[in-house]
């Protein structure tokens, strides 16, 4: 028993990497910026254990700040929003011939590096299996990321089909993967994650710039009442939350709303806005830099999170920082991070009656100031 046991610890040696290690992150070039911010946050974390990390990518934007010891590799390729382009059909094949190119093109970076890199990480969606197939035959370890959102999203966006297309693609990445990073421990009770049980690794992306997202202002001195910052896309709850703003405006003569974001919904939004006398309390920003994004969080009293599909909200943790009260449907990790009256405020449901009656008891609660400092003290 004694040398199966020591035969056993040799093979368990033998299976680990040694450290330090050089990784490859790759990230399919999807047209949403915030992905390539979660990648930024998560390849600061890998830097810090790795000697060397490699970020690939297609088409990186401007705006992401980097860690200066991560380097970044374009293959030249960025994907675009499916419905922003006509016709429906021309816009749908373009995009496959963009995301077999992206996939061709990643895969193509493993084969370059191969000789100077251990693991590959497929940091966000579900379309790695041709580099997956390449790093495997190169014999790389891979990591994936899960935020438990693709299949989900897909649904919300594109229908049933579509999104198990997309949960068929996940479970091959995952199956040919040595190991699945899930942002948290709610979201590794999945269903969808059960098979993957022993793979599975807690990766929590920490708020990990508390500099930038810290609470300068207090909050009885905020003077905006309520805001939203992510992207304009059906699945984060945006459309019901704009459509709460009148039912909040009545009960608030002296409401003001922060919106910060763009997406396949601006055409959208700016159309329920036209013309409507509740727009004047609107302030709307297309864009704006991470840091300034704590500098807005600052100056709200109040963020809602109406979202459908959730990882672990990054703007939840930044808010939280910034000493923001945040009020969140309560999906995916945000139960990691709120708790119901303690550390913020769960929302029932995205219709906007809910979400005005909601926010309204939010900002009359008497201990709100309280809930910021717990909030603030979590993370």
Not at 121 to 131: E, H, K, R, T, V
Not at 200 to 227: E, I, K, M
């Amino acid at each position: 028993m004694a040398s199966d046991d020591a035969a056993q610890a040799r093979e368990g040696e033998e299976d680990r990497l040694p450290l330090p290690v050089s990784v490859l992150i790759l990230l399919f070039p999807f047209a949403a910026q915030n992905a390539f911010g979660i990648t930024s946050k998560l390849a600061r974390a890998v830097s810090a254990v790795a000697t060397r990390t490699i970020v690939a990518s297609g088409g990186f934007p401007e705006a992401i700040a980097w860690p200066a010891d991560v380097e970044l590799r374009d293959v030249g390729v960025r994907l675009h929003y499916l419905k922003d382009r006509q016709p429906k059909l021309l816009s749908a094949i373009s995009w496959l011939l963009k995301a077999a190119l992206a996939q061709l093109l990643l895969g193509w970076e493993v084969v370059r590096m191969r000789r100077e890199v251990d693991v590959v990480f497929c940091a966000l969606g579900s379309y790695y299996q041709f580099p997956i197939l390449i790093a495997r035959v190169l014999r790389k370890r891979v990591l994936c990321m899960s935020t438990g959102l693709d299949a989900a999203n897909a649904e919300h966006n594109y229908g049933m089909g579509m999104a198990a297309i997309v949960r068929l693609l996940t479970r091959l990445n995952f199956t040919c993967a040595d190991g699945v990073v899930v942002e948290s421990l709610r979201l590794a009770e999945s269903r969808d994650l059960a098979p993957f049980r022993s793979k599975l690794h807690n990766g929590a992306l920490f708020l990990d710039d508390r500099d930038v997202f810290s609470a300068r202002v207090p909050l009885r001195s905020r003077r905006t009442s309520v805001g939203y910052i992510g992207r304009l896309t059906s699945e984060k709850g945006v459309l019901e939350f704009v459509r709460a703003i009148p039912l909040m405006a009545a009960d608030s003569p002296d409401l003001q709303v922060l919106m910060i974001g763009t997406g396949r919904l601006d055409e959208t939004i700016a159309q329920e806005m036209a013309g409507q006398p509740w727009a004047q309390r609107v302030t709307w920003l297309k864009w704006v830099n991470h840091q300034q994004v704590a500098e807005y969080l600052n100056q709200l009293r109040l963020l809602v999170v109406p979202s459908y599909s959730e990882g672990l909200p990054n703007i939840v943790l930044e808010a939280m920082g910034c000493g923001t009260p945040v009020l969140a449907t309560d999906v995916g990790g945000v139960s990691d991070l709120i708790r119901d009256g303690v550390t913020g405020l769960l929302l029932s449901d995205q219709r906007p009656q809910s979400i005005a009656q909601a926010v309204t008891q939010a900002l009359g609660r008497p201990d709100l100031e309280a809930i910021s400092e717990r909030a603030e003290a979590k993370v």
